[in-house]
């Protein structure tokens, strides 16, 4: 029996980015589910056990801050990591002060997938292989 693989949240409005997250982190033999709104996030979220959120800042029904806390209510214990253009330092304090474990800046996709690599390494998706 295979084991299970690591899931991720993706959360980001813009389709080119979801899609190109959802395929990297696929490489890195994550499960990858992607959502476009803070609605549908939290739907997912309920629905289906995630290990980890990626999230955007700006969502077309909310801001990535308010989906953080709203995702730590829903979900405690799974950590959210802002993936954002929003690169200033004051906005990776906010996301940490809303509960986020990681912030970074787009276009670093190698320090987002190193950000999620760290996080998951010793959750117990990870551990079970």
């Known amino acids: 029996m ?3 693989k ?3 949240l993706c959360v980001d409005d813009h389709h080119d980015t979801s899609e190109m997250l959802e395929l990297l982190l696929s490489r890195e033999d994550y499960k990858v589910e992607t959502a476009a709104t803070m609605e549908e ?5 309920m629905k289906n056990q995630f290990d980890l ?6 969502l077309p029904d909310a801001t990535g801050l308010e989906l953080c806390q709203r995702l730590q209510e829903l979900t405690p214990g799974v950590p959210c990591i802002f993936y954002s253009g929003d690169a200033y330092e004051l906005h990776r304090r906010e996301a940490i ?5 990681a912030y970074v800046a787009k ?3 190698d320090g987002l ?8 390494a010793n959750s117990e998706c990870a551990t079970t292989k």
């Open 2 to 4: 295979a084991a299970p």
């Open 6 to 8: 690591c899931s991720v």
């Open 41 to 45: 996030a939290c739907r997912l979220a």
């Open 53 to 58: 959120y990626v999230l955007d800042r700006r």
């Open 97 to 101: 002060a809303a509960g986020a474990a």
């Open 107 to 109: 276009p670093d996709i």
């Open 113 to 120: 997938i190193d950000a999620v690599q760290k996080l998951l």
